[in-house]
């Protein structure tokens, strides 16, 4: 499922931004329905120009309310109608997703029940440390995370030091439709609205993340410079 919203408050509108002709959110649906393992593929919108260019593609898209704090809870909602047991979170601002991330994301799950929600990361370049738009996560010895964060962690005493078990994270979650549901009935959590990630409220409420290292690289589009970016790669051939 891809949530997707009009509102941004560094690039309004980018789910309908043209990259290479194609909008960012056709692009990114086209890239889910060629993962393995997807059964379908929904976008998850509260705005009608997003609807209709979701229906002028030949996409299934799902309608839901404005309200939403995260696109955890816009995806809930649609799920609540859905039989399937495993729900994705494919972010919506990703156009150069590679499939072989979403089935990495699914994988731990359907290899252990007792699994409830996963995610991946990838190398984290040092010079991305600084930058807040590279949310961070550190990661324990089984896997599992144990804090994101958009600030440079973890800090390092002495000038050298390794950084230890951290990677950068890739926003796509796998989900147990139920865990999910309930997910979205728990109240935001302070470490959520102080980074604004979503996933923190599954930590800080006890449940475990699933974290797979991938070489993906991800090319989010969060900023004007970002989508330009992905307009030139795009123009060079550089984008799939």
């Known amino acids: 499922m891809i949530p997707s919203r009009w509102a941004s408050s560094r690039l309004p509108g980018k789910p309908l931004a043209e990259i290479g002709g194609v909008t960012m959110v056709e692009r990114v649906y086209r890239r889910a329905v060629a993962a393995e393992g997807i059964a379908s593929v929904i976008v998850a919108t509260d705005d009608d120009r997003i609807a ?16 939403h704090p995260s696109g955890t809870d816009r995806i809930a909602e649609v799920a609540r109608g859905l039989s ?7 972010q919506g601002d990703e156009p150069a997703l590679d499939p072989a991330a979403i089935e990495a994301a ?6 252990d029940a007792s699994v409830l929600m996963g995610t991946i ?3 984290l370049d040092e010079a991305e440390l600084q930058n807040p738009n590279a949310v961070k996560v550190l990661v324990d010895r089984h896997g599992f995370a144990l804090y994101f964060s958009r600030a440079p962690v973890p800090y390092r005493r002495e000038p050298g030091q390794a950084r230890g078990a951290v990677l950068r994270h890739i926003g796509l979650y796998a989900y147990r439709r139920d865990f999910l549901l309930m997910l ?3 109240p935001q959590t302070p470490l959520e609205r102080i980074e604004s990630l979503e996933q923190l409220r599954a930590l800080e409420h006890g449940h475990r993340i699933r974290v797979v290292e991938t070489s993906y690289t991800s090319v989010s589009v969060d ?3 970002d989508l330009e970016r992905v307009r030139r790669l795009a123009a060079d051939g550089l984008l799939p």
Do not use: H, K
């Not at 979701?54 to 898209?61: D, L």
């Not at 399937?84 to 494919?90: L, P, S, T």
């Open 52 to 67: 209709e260019a979701v229906a002028r593609f030949g996409g299934a898209c799902v309608m839901t309310r404005p309200d």
């Open 84 to 90: 399937c047991d495993i729900v994705i979170n494919v």
């Open 223 to 225: 900023t004007p410079e």
């Open 106 to 111: 699914l994988a731990p799950l359907a290899a």
């Open 184 to 186: 979205a009935t728990l």
């Open 121 to 123: 990361g990838t190398p």
